[in-house]
């Protein structure tokens, strides 16, 4: 009696429970405890003296923060971001207008990986617009081997940008990391904007 008893109770406890849903992110991204193990360089964003245009709109770390890490692997150079934000991926336009200021460009949130190749001194951005929920992400300015992952999280998003260097000639061949930088693009509406840099050391 006992026992049917307990069983009964047991179902009755799994009916009542919603079923586990792994927050998204968590399988295709890499552990980041390994990643700033092997990273090669990061940055974090938190401070407003990092709001390169209108740091009137920006509210503190809650408004926009982030931690990046840059990591080289042979010919494989991946962004790795966890960024907070309390409007994340937002999306101010219905379709993107080319060209322009950035936000009429890009159409909302997006990030700029800013790198300085061997040899010369004019820095390379690679533009990526993160895309929202009617918006897929886009790498506006690179390679069409270069891949963008953006997975929405509770406190924002987490980013994996991943470039094949092999097909970016000479100057890529031997990158010193050295000069590397992320820009944020924060878009909480139409004017309501600001933009925030960090470099990689």
Known sequence: MRSLLALSLALGLLACRAPLV???AVAPWLAWERSVAIAQRRGAIDAADQAVEHRECW???????????????????TLLG???DDRPLQQSRPERVHPGWWLMRMGGDAIGLTLVPQGTEDPTEILVALGSAGIAPEILTGEPSDRIEVWP???????????????????FANLSLDGAEVTVYDTDGPADWSVHRTPLR
Not at 153 to 170: K, Q, S, Y
């Open 82 to 84: 966890e960024i907070a």
């Open 59 to 77: 509210r503190g770390p809650a408004d926009l923060s982030a931690e990046f890490l840059l990591i080289q692997e042979g010919s494989l150079l």
């Open 153 to 171: 999280t509770v406190r924002g998003a987490r980013i994996r940008l991943t470039l094949d260097l092999t097909g970016r000639g000479e100057a």
């Open 22 to 24: 792994p927050e998204p």
